[in-house]
């Protein structure tokens, strides 16, 4: 009686074995987990971005900064692998798979594209930009527009029109600062007394620096 409970108990065993077996098993047109990485052919670096699209759908995703992509595709489909820089590549994913996840390392080769070298000319034709060259003022070299830099009407101008950097700022509140704590604890001195400041308001008074200078 012990032996025929065995034999049934296997035989039950063996039958939900096989029912699991075939429950189990894909059928064609089955979705699965597809992922991978796409490399670069020469160096194996990731190549970012890559459009990773089903040829004949809209179905797909981009690879990300490290070349990883993870979509849902099914067995039979042929993906298609396109970048800029990189030659289109495609790959069919097998229609006996057993899981429902499948991964590749995806590897794409440089493509290098020659273009025509191109000249960009300022004008229509050739004869246009000679009649310019020979028509066209001469510039002042070097040596003359450094000395219309450093003319002294020049420095003057930028002088009293260009504002005072950060530099000058410091040195000014430096100057002010030290100022206040040279007359720490003294009467400030007045240069209405000076005769010194006197005299170089005197001179700049002859000078004419203190007329108005015409507006531009």
Same mark, same amino acid.
């Given at each position: 009686?012990?032996?025929?409970?065995?034999?049934?108990?296997?035989?039950?065993?063996?039958?939900?074995?096989?029912?699991?077996?075939?429950?189990?098993?894909?059928?064609?047109?089955? *979705?699965?987990?597809?992922?991978?990485?796409? /490399?670069?052919? =020469? &160096? @194996?670096?990731?190549?970012?971005?890559?459009? %990773?699209? $089903?040829?004949?759908?809209?179905?797909?995703?981009?690879?990300?900064?490290?070349?990883?992509?993870?979509?849902?595709?099914?067995?039979?489909?042929?993906?298609?692998?396109?970048? *800029?820089?990189?030659?289109?590549?495609?790959? /069919?994913?097998? =229609? &006996? @798979?057993?899981?429902?996840?499948?991964?590749? %390392?995806? $590897?794409?080769?440089?493509?290098?594209?020659?273009?025509?070298?191109?000249?960009?000319?300022?004008?229509?034709?050739?004869?246009?930009?000679?009649?310019?060259?020979?028509?066209?003022?001469?510039?002042?070299?070097?040596?003359?527009?450094?000395?219309?830099? @450093?003319?002294?009407?020049?420095?003057?101008?930028?002088?009293?029109?260009?504002?005072?950097?950060?530099?000058?700022?410091?040195?000014?509140?430096?100057?002010?600062?030290?100022?206040?704590?040279?007359?720490?604890?003294?009467?400030?001195?007045?240069?209405?007394?000076?005769?010194?400041?006197?005299?170089?308001?005197?001179?700049?008074?002859?000078?004419?620096?203190?007329?108005?200078?015409?507006?531009?």
């Amino acid at each position: 009686m012990m032996k025929k409970i065995t034999l049934v108990s296997l035989l039950l065993l063996l039958g939900f074995s096989l029912v699991t077996a075939q429950s189990n098993k894909r059928k064609p047109g089955d *979705l699965l987990q597809f992922s991978g990485v796409v /490399v670069s052919g =020469d &160096s @194996l670096q990731p190549v970012p971005f890559t459009a %990773i699209t $089903v040829k004949g759908t809209y179905r797909g995703t981009l690879s990300d900064y490290y070349g990883f992509f993870s979509f849902v595709a099914q067995e039979g489909d042929t993906i298609e692998f396109s970048v *800029l820089g990189f030659q289109k590549s495609t790959y /069919v994913l097998p =229609d &006996s @798979l057993e899981g429902s996840r499948y991964s590749i %390392i995806q $590897v794409l080769n440089q493509d290098t594209i020659m273009l025509p070298t191109t000249v960009i000319y300022p004008w229509p034709t050739k004869e246009q930009i000679y009649e310019y060259f020979l028509k066209a003022p001469v510039p002042d070299d070097d040596l003359e527009r450094a000395r219309k830099n @450093l003319a002294q009407e020049t420095i003057v101008d930028m002088a009293l029109t260009v504002p005072m950097d950060a530099t000058m700022n410091y040195r000014n509140s430096m100057s002010q600062y030290n100022t206040r704590l040279y007359n720490a604890g003294q009467i400030p001195m007045n240069n209405l007394l000076n005769p010194i400041a006197w005299a170089k308001f005197v001179q700049a008074w002859k000078k004419g620096e203190f007329k108005k200078k015409p507006t531009r």
